[in-house]
């Protein structure tokens, strides 16, 4: 089965910096690759996502980037806020036939300092 | 609406007492899903109803119970549980179950005594 792999498992920024966060699959059948932001006392939100045939996509601060060949994808936060602390997960994709089954990351706990 | 609901937000439940676990979404999607989130660790596939079948079970114990009576409602019946049971419990929606957007509720926390 599929694989996800997620560095670092804690990161701490200055409010304001740059967060970057990768991840690695194992299963080349994956193809979608969503990540989700996970507050305390939360379920998982849905902040980004890519498919595999693209290579990168952005939404204002927050932009995720696509090497299928080398199995990795990463989240890019720029100009990150107090609220941008959370845990984020990534995850990868693939459908069996039936329904489509989302592995996810260890997650990372981000922390922004004022 | 990108809204999943989930009710209870907590529950209590003794090794021999039955309960259940609801969750309801209103955006047509026909794919839904029940996870298990330990703390400090990322959510686990337990079951997915696509079209209201049963499409993927990952070796789930007998002691939960998934139901999906229509497109909109998704169940967990649960008995005889573990103290190792205790965990986030997190339903999730897509519209079609095919490589799409899965939006979760919020989750029932759930401890065994």
């Known amino acids: 089965g599929e694989n996800v792999e997620q560095h670092p498992s804690t990161l701490s920024v200055q409010e304001g910096d740059s967060a970057v966060i990768k991840c690695t699959y194992s299963?080349?059948?994956?193809?979608?690759f969503p990540w989700y932001k996970q507050e305390l006392g939360k379920g998982p939100q849905l902040i980004i996502d890519?498919?595999?045939?693209?290579g990168e996509k952005k939404d204002q601060r927050i932009a995720v980037t696509l090497n299928k060949t080398a199995k990795h994808f990463s989240l890019h936060i720029t100009e990150t806020q107090p609220e941008d602390s959370a845990v984020y997960f990534c995850?990868?994709?693939?459908?069996?036939?039936?329904?489509?089954?989302?592995?996810f990351g260890t997650g990372t706990r981000l922390q922004v300092t004022l | 609406d990108t809204e999943v609901t989930q009710t209870p937000k907590h529950l209590v439940m003794g090794m021999t007492n039955k309960k259940s676990l609801k969750c309801e979404q209103h955006?047509?999607?026909?794919?839904m899903y029940w996870y298990k989130q330990k703390a400090k660790k990322p959510p686990e596939l337990m079951f997915v109803?696509?079209?209201?079948?049963?499409?993927i079970n990952e070796s789930v114990p007998s002691r939960f119970s998934p139901e999906c009576p229509n497109s909109s409602l998704l169940n967990l019946h649960l008995h005889a549980l573990q103290p190792e049971d205790s965990a986030l419990y997190l339903c999730?929606?897509?519209?079609?179950?095919?490589?799409?957007?899965?939006?979760f509720g919020p989750g029932t926390r759930l401890t065994v005594t």
């Open positions: 999730a929606s897509s519209p079609t179950g095919n490589i799409d957007e899965q939006y």
């Open positions: 299963d080349s059948a994956s193809n979608y």
């Open positions: 890519i498919r595999s045939n693209v």
């Open positions: 995850a990868a994709s693939y459908f069996t036939g039936t329904a489509s089954k989302l592995t």
């Open positions: 955006m047509g999607h026909r794919a």
């Open positions: 109803y696509s079209y209201e079948k049963l499409s």
